[in-house]
């Protein structure tokens, strides 16, 4: 017969550990970083607050300045920036929901060189997926 307590303690483990590789960054080698967040409310609640802070659709940015990682290329030469976010809800036990988000930053590089302009990927330094806050529409729940 198997000890309960035993029992209990390796599911919690299990549990850990899933957890810990969806928060866990997946590459510092230029990937998206997501951030996870996890929330005491329906998929649905959650849902309904991430359509009202308009996550889902894009955004434009005033510069790249402030939200991209460190890039090789000089940041002044980015030009019409935009950001859209990737909204990944996973169901919890209890009733509760698992929020991973993931920021892509596009712009316009202008090269002095015409024929190396172009649009580019760009990896977000998290603060606009820090900057996504859920709270507002769950008093004191913070992402």
């Not at 866990?24 to 997501?34: H, K, N």
């Not at 329906?42 to 607050?49: Q, R």
């Not at 790249?64 to 919890?92: K, P, T």
């Amino acid at each position: 017969m198997k000890n309960p307590l035993i029992s209990a303690c390796v599911h919690r483990l299990c549990f850990a550990l899933l957890i810990g590789c969806y928060i866990l960054p997946y590459s510092a080698s230029g990937q998206a970083v997501p951030y996870t967040r996890i929330y005491p409310k329906s998929k649905e609640d959650v849902d309904k607050a991430l359509k009202e802070l308009q996550a889902y659709s894009g955004q434009r940015l005033p510069t790249v300045a402030g939200f991209v990682a460190e890039n090789d290329q000089a940041l002044d030469h980015y030009e019409r920036a935009f950001c859209q976010f990737s909204v990944d809800l996973l169901i919890e036990p209890s009733d509760a929901t698992m929020v991973r988000v993931t920021a892509k930053i596009t712009a316009w590089y202008a090269d002095p060189n015409p024929s190396k302009s172009g649009y580019q990927v760009l990896s977000s330094n998290g603060r606009l997926e820090l900057d996504l806050r859920l709270e507002g529409n769950f008093r004191g729940m913070e992402w």
